[in-house]
């Protein structure tokens, strides 16, 4: 959902103070970035080790979720873990949606994908790093191809948003792209590491949400 959708403004809106999570849930806070027209270019930073983007052009389910899993499980991301096969099948064959994979000497770094489905703008889907390559310029090359790529369309707005699940640098790197916040929101979701969809041991650094009432 975008958050400029207008069934955003029909959601609760919270209220000063504490509120308690569900058992078995967790509660995060969601930065919304956007910009309006297209950066000017970074210089180029020297690579550790030759970079490659390649556009998967019929995605294969699983080899797109073991990716997706690669790179987002410290961060508990799970969205596309818990999708339906033909629901995400239906996203990433649109030709309004392309999927990247960043890949290195070796083996597959990092995940991009820019959506298009809404007219004029390009939301900034999933963008991510294996955990090995994060500090070596990797990002800074992945974020230049991805905003060369969005703003080649006739888009007026690219966004993207966050969460205090990410890596805790991801809202001051995204600024430095070019991108402003401008909303937050408060979002609950089951642990995935409780249903299953990632291993227990996943994001250390997030306590499992297994509280006993």
Same mark, same amino acid.
């Given at each position: ?38 950066p000017r270019p970074r210089a ?23 990716? +997706? ?17 033909? /629901? ?7 030709? $309004? &949606? $392309? &999927? ?18 809404? /007219? ?24 230049? %191809? ?9 888009? %007026? ?15 001051? +790197?995204?600024?430095?792209?070019? +991108? ?20 227990? $041991? ?9 509280? /006993?009432?």
């Amino acid at each position: 959902m975008l958050p400029s959708d207008p069934a955003l403004l029909m959601m609760p809106t919270l209220s000063p103070g504490y509120a308690s999570v569900p058992a078995g849930m967790l509660a995060n806070v969601v930065t919304c970035l956007e910009m309006r027209e297209k950066p000017r270019p970074r210089a180029a930073r020297p690579m550790e080790q030759p970079l490659t983007l390649t556009r998967m052009e019929e995605p294969d389910i699983a080899a797109y979720r073991a990716l +997706f899993r690669a790179v987002g499980q410290d961060w508990l991301w799970c969205s596309r873990l818990l999708m339906a096969d033909d /629901k995400l099948r239906d996203i990433l064959e649109s030709p $309004e &949606v $392309e &999927v990247y994979t960043l890949s290195g000497t070796h083996r597959k770094l990092g995940l991009l994908e820019l959506d298009f489905r809404q /007219k004029g703008e390009c939301e900034l889907a999933f963008f991510g790093l294996v955990p090995e390559a994060i500090g070596q310029g990797a990002g800074r090359f992945l974020m230049d %191809e991805a905003l060369r790529r969005a703003w080649a369309k006739p888009i %007026e707005r690219l966004w993207v948003h966050t969460c205090t699940l990410d890596h805790p640098a991801a809202v001051d +790197f995204y600024r430095r792209s070019g +991108f402003q916040p401008y909303q937050f929101m408060v979002e609950l979701q089951p642990d995935p590491r409780l249903t299953g969809h990632l291993p227990r $041991e996943a994001a250390p650094h997030v306590p499992l949400a297994d509280f /006993k009432a």
